[in-house]
């Protein structure tokens, strides 16, 4: 971090300065640029202060250590702006931690009479007070109204995001109460676009801030609350009907989607869901789809595609083919993805599911088997519910046996379950020696069927977890042996099988001769003398 120390009356005269000039979300603002990094330059010329700060691009920035009120930048900003506050921040890391002063310039700020400086705050008035959206304005007008009603908005806390979410959709789509359906369908479905977008940029942020972890948690919150709306709102809206009388709109709104949605960026928002998903929903608009389709086209063809970005569009191009009954081209395109995600399709097992064509589902499982390896927890449960729930309208379920097993560990307990459930006692019984799971560590309901079926079945997993209790030579050990031992000796009586039990535990005393405390436990249970 860049680091210039001026005299100390100048500093503090700064000091005094900041409350007067700033509005606390600006500086607010600014400590976030300084704490990134962003101040690349910064030089004392007399007794100017000169800095570069990164934004949208390189800003110059003009402290005066004489006269703040003379201070500038050449942003576009009207009154003292983020960039300068970053280059202040910057003058006072030498003297003090900035983030502990930007609360004290704050408290100043917020509980100040009367600002000497209005500039910044006419500026948030002004966009408070933009005009009223218009029903005939395009998408991208309302966007600017947004825009300018949540002006000035940033994460400060953990839960301003949600603060952000709850006044959004209390606050906006009244401005269309009074408008035609069709609209104020369009209007709903931009306000959520909208947020989603402005999510995703309140996390983009705050990822380098020391509240990261919270504000990112707040976002993909807010983010999954937002997508499930989306999802509602579709699904209650026809939306080919909506295209067909909102045209002009409808198709303004499918480029800014595809501007928002094929960025291949690091988001809270699945927005490869989300543009599948409403295209999905525009079946009937085939002259759309082309136009789309040609868009990808071009995009797919430009030259050295960032890996994340092809990907996106890759699976974007793949949709339309599925759309259009082509899932063989669509395989083909998907086989080039270079980091395949098995929740990227989740969409389509979801819409086949749905719609009860399990020879589809088939299809896309199959498909999806071996990127499934490398899927989350929650995705890899899905996928093997998903298979689970499609065998049952298949003649023969010896192809999701094979899948369970080829995916064991992980599908230890989805498998270990449909054994139990189709009573196949042996299968199972062989799962948990494979896996030397001790019976001590199995639900007693589990045993108690197996035993109620054929107790013979659980003489090797109770043989197999004494022996290996054995083993570890330690006395907390042999009473757990002793344990496993009992619950064996009641099997073999069971089954009437006395002698077999006495030969079996006289060699089992025999082959651990040498270990004393176990051959005094044996003794205990009155097994041997």
């Keep these: ?128 007070q933009a005009n009223v959206p218009l029903e005939a304005a395009m998408p991208v007008e309302w966007h600017r109204f947004f825009e300018g009603k949540f002006h000035g908005f940033s994460i400060s806390h953990q839960h301003s995001i949600e603060t952000f979410y709850d006044s959004a959709l209390e606050s906006l789509p009244a401005h269309a109460v009074n408008w035609q359906s069709s609209a104020r369908e369009l209007f709903m479905f931009h306000i959520l676009l909208f947020m989603m977008r402005k999510i995703e940029q309140f996390y983009q942020d705050t990822k380098s801030s020391y509240l990261s972890y919270y504000h990112e948690n707040g976002c993909k919150i807010a983010a999954k609350n937002c997508e499930d709306k989306l999802v509602a709102f579709i699904e209650n809206t026809d939306l080919n009907k909506s295209f067909a009388a909102e045209p002009k709109h409808w198709q303004a709104t499918v480029k800014m989607l595809s501007d928002f949605a094929l960025q291949g960026k690091d988001s809270p928002i699945d927005w490869l869901f989300v543009y599948r998903f409403i295209w999905w929903k525009l079946s009937d608009h085939r002259q759309a789809q082309q136009e789309e389709i040609q868009r990808l086209t071009v995009l797919l063809g430009k030259k050295e595609l960032l890996a994340r970005k092809k990907d996106t569009l890759l699976a974007a191009r793949a949709h339309f083919d599925i759309m259009q009954g082509d899932t063989e081209l669509a395989f083909a395109r998907l086989e080039q993805l270079n980091h395949p995600n098995a929740k990227d399709f989740f969409l389509y097992l979801h819409h086949y599911y749905k719609d009860k064509k399990w020879s589809d589902m088939l ?167």
């Excluded at 065998?391 to 094979?402: C, G, M, N």
């Excluded at 042996?426 to 494979?434: E, H, P, S």
């Design 1 to 128: 971090m860049l680091k210039l120390q001026i005299p100390k009356n100048r500093m503090n005269y700064l000091i005094k300065q900041i409350p007067l000039h700033f509005d606390a979300v600006v500086l607010e603002q600014g400590w976030e640029y300084y704490h990134k990094g962003r101040v690349t330059e910064i030089d004392l010329k007399g007794t100017r202060i000169q800095a570069a700060v990164t934004g949208s691009q390189i800003y110059e920035t003009n402290i005066h250590l004489e006269n703040f009120a003379n201070s500038e930048c050449s942003c576009t900003y009207d009154g003292s702006c983020k960039h300068m506050a970053a280059a202040f921040f910057s003058l006072y890391a030498p003297y003090g931690r900035p983030e502990l002063l930007l609360q004290q310039l704050k408290q100043q700020i917020l509980t100040r009479k009367k600002p000497i400086r209005g500039a910044s705050l006419a500026q948030d008035k002004k966009a408070g």
């Design 363 to 529: 299809v896309w499982l199959r498909w999806m088997l071996p990127s499934v390896a490398n899927a989350n927890h929650d995705d890899f449960r899905t996928f093997c519910q998903y298979w689970q729930d499609t065998t049952k309208h298949l003649d023969s379920d010896s192809e999701w046996v094979q899948v369970m097993e080829s995916l064991l560990p992980r599908s230890y307990y989805y498998y270990t379950a449909y054994l139990l459930q189709t009573k196949r006692y042996r299968q199972w019984i062989d799962l948990q020696l494979a896996n030397r799971i001790s019976p001590l560590s199995l639900y007693a309901t589990e045993l108690k069927a197996i035993e109620e079926h054929d107790s013979s079945l659980l003489l090797p997993l109770y043989h197999q977890a004494a022996e290996r209790a054995v083993l570890e030579k330690n006395r907390a050990s042999y009473k757990t042996a002793v344990r496993l031992l009992k619950k064996l000796h009641t099997i073999y009586k069971q089954l009437g099988q006395d002698d077999r039990w006495e030969h079996y535990v006289y060699r089992l005393a025999d082959k651990f001769s040498r270990l004393r405390a176990f051959q005094e436990e044996l003794k205990k249970g009155k097994w041997i003398r």
